[in-house]
């Protein structure tokens, strides 16, 4: 109401409905999937739709909710991230697989989702997404092959070449983020073969350089 933005961080949603669903048990309450009360998704779902941006009659202001859902083994499909993702504007997945192979944020992009899209993207931006995602949706498939073989046409391995150089292209020191600008710079000469002298171990050297 007083036209000020805040962002609200739910950490975690997961043990909240675990909590739920253990004092519902008690209550002896009729358990349904996963042994859940029938009512936990609009326990979330009342939590979450409060986030609104409010017109310039109501006062302007805007709430954004940011929950956080931890998955067993990265199954999405179970009942609580199933039920907040069909709440939300989209999901940021995050994998420990990418995380221990040092890719940092560990963001997979094939389970990574945003209902808002491309409207939330600068032009250029824009343009260069499409391509960034088919190029990584490429490398992690064939990605997956070499690991029952070791040859490889030119062709192929080219794609295994730029997919790993996007691969770092993405990652992010700690508490360094880049501007919109460098980020458009570093991706558009990743993706059009600018870089393919240039090697993961001293790509964040160049990255610096620009």
Excluded at 37 to 61: I, M, N, Q, T
Excluded at 71 to 85: F, H, K, L
Excluded at 108 to 128: E, I, W, Y
Aim: charged content about 20%; hydrophobic content about 40%.
């Amino acid at each position: 109401d007083s036209g000020r933005h805040c962002l609200v961080v739910y950490d975690d949603l997961s043990k909240q409905a675990v909590a739920y669903r253990q004092m519902s048990l008690l209550l002896r309450r009729p358990p349904g999937r996963e042994a859940y009360p029938g009512d936990v998704f609009y326990l979330h779902s009342r939590l979450l739709e409060r986030a609104a941006k409010l017109s310039d009659a109501l006062g302007a202001g805007s709430l954004t909710a940011l929950p956080i859902i931890e998955t067993q083994a990265g199954d999405v499909s179970a009942y609580i991230p199933t039920n907040v993702i069909s709440i939300t504007d989209g999901q940021i997945f995050l994998d420990s697989e990418l995380f221990y192979n040092g890719i940092r944020p560990a963001i997979n992009v094939g389970l990574s989702v945003s209902r808002v899209g491309s409207a939330a993207q600068v032009a250029m931006m824009k343009k260069l997404a499409g391509t960034l995602k088919l190029e990584l949706a490429q490398y992690r498939e064939v990605l997956g092959f070499t690991k029952f073989g070791s040859d490889l046409d030119k062709a192929t391995q080219m794609l295994l070449d730029r997919g790993s150089l996007l691969t770092t292209a993405l990652r992010q020191n700690k508490y360094s983020p880049l501007s919109v600008e460098k980020q458009v710079l570093v991706i558009y000469a990743t993706v059009n073969g600018y870089f393919e002298n240039v090697t993961n171990d001293n790509f964040m050297e160049v990255e610096k350089a620009l």
